[in-house]
């Protein structure tokens, strides 16, 4: 078990960027989260997959925002033309496959600086 | 409407004290799962217990403990013998197992810091 591992861990762009962060799951895990964390707040749900299939994605996030499961493994999570207000830590985390009880397991996030 | 409610923004504990964290949540499914979640200043997310929504007996693990009751639709976190290490960001979380897709959700947090 190496863990939910997240690339890069930090990135600062200009306002008008695309970027694109990598999540690589815990193996055996077929779900897999996406959040966005402000400081001193609560992870904000983005989307979710289970295996390829993309289930649900947050109605507070703009058509800037896409995320992709290819094959049921790594992820990507894309945001293009980015603004200020995108300036966040967007966090990782996978899920086994079944159960309630599953509890998630995070990466370290990678840290979003718009300047 | 917010589904997880953490109505203490800060909370202060003496070295050795009980602390407990309050969570409130909405769901209209019978079948939800409560995680809680530590989050030091480093930022890494540590899973600390979890309630089943059909679980008879309260969770416990280790100093952890929650206090469940369903019919408030309230599952505390209570830490025992505080410690400073203990002083970090605790989040509350909910999974819907019928509505939502195995969706997780977080609470905005409760900041504790230990005294010595």
């Known amino acids: 078990d190496t863990g939910v591992s997240q690339n890069p861990r930090h990135k600062i762009t200009k306002r008008g960027q695309n970027v694109t962060f990598r999540c690589d799951p815990i193996?055996?895990?077929?779900?897999l989260y996406w959040y966005r964390q402000t400081l001193g707040q609560g992870p904000e749900f983005l989307t979710y997959?289970?295996?390829?299939?993309?289930?649900?994605k947050s109605r507070l996030l703009s058509d800037r925002f896409s995320a992709e499961r290819p094959k049921g493994s790594f992820s990507t999570l894309e945001i293009q033309r980015t603004e200020q207000g995108d300036s966040a830590m967007y966090l990782c985390?996978?899920?086994?496959?079944?159960?309630?009880?599953?509890?998630?397991?995070f990466g370290n996030g990678t840290r979003l600086t718009v300047t | 409407a917010q589904k997880i409610t953490q109505t203490q923004p800060g909370m202060f504990v003496q070295e050795k004290e009980a602390v407990t964290l309050d969570c409130t949540y909405d769901?209209?499914?019978?079948?939800?799962?409560l995680f809680w979640y530590k989050q030091p200043s480093s930022g890494e997310m540590i899973f600390l217990i979890y309630?089943?929504?059909?679980?008879?007996q309260n969770a416990t693990e280790g100093r952890y403990s929650l206090n469940f009751q369903k019919a408030r639709k309230s599952a505390n976190l209570v830490i025992s013998a505080s410690q400073l290490g203990d002083s970090a960001m605790y989040f509350c979380?909910?999974?819907?197992?019928?509505?939502?897709?195995?969706?997780?959700?977080f609470g905005p947090g409760t900041s504790l810091s230990v005294i010595p």
């Open positions: 997959f289970q295996n390829e299939a993309q289930l649900e």
């Open positions: 309630q089943g929504s059909y679980d008879e």
């Open positions: 985390a996978s899920s086994a496959t079944t159960g309630l009880h599953s509890p998630l397991h």
């Open positions: 979380a909910m999974r819907e197992g019928e509505t939502s897709y195995d969706k997780v959700i």
């Open positions: 769901t209209s499914d019978q079948s939800y799962g």
């Open positions: 193996s055996e895990h077929n779900r």
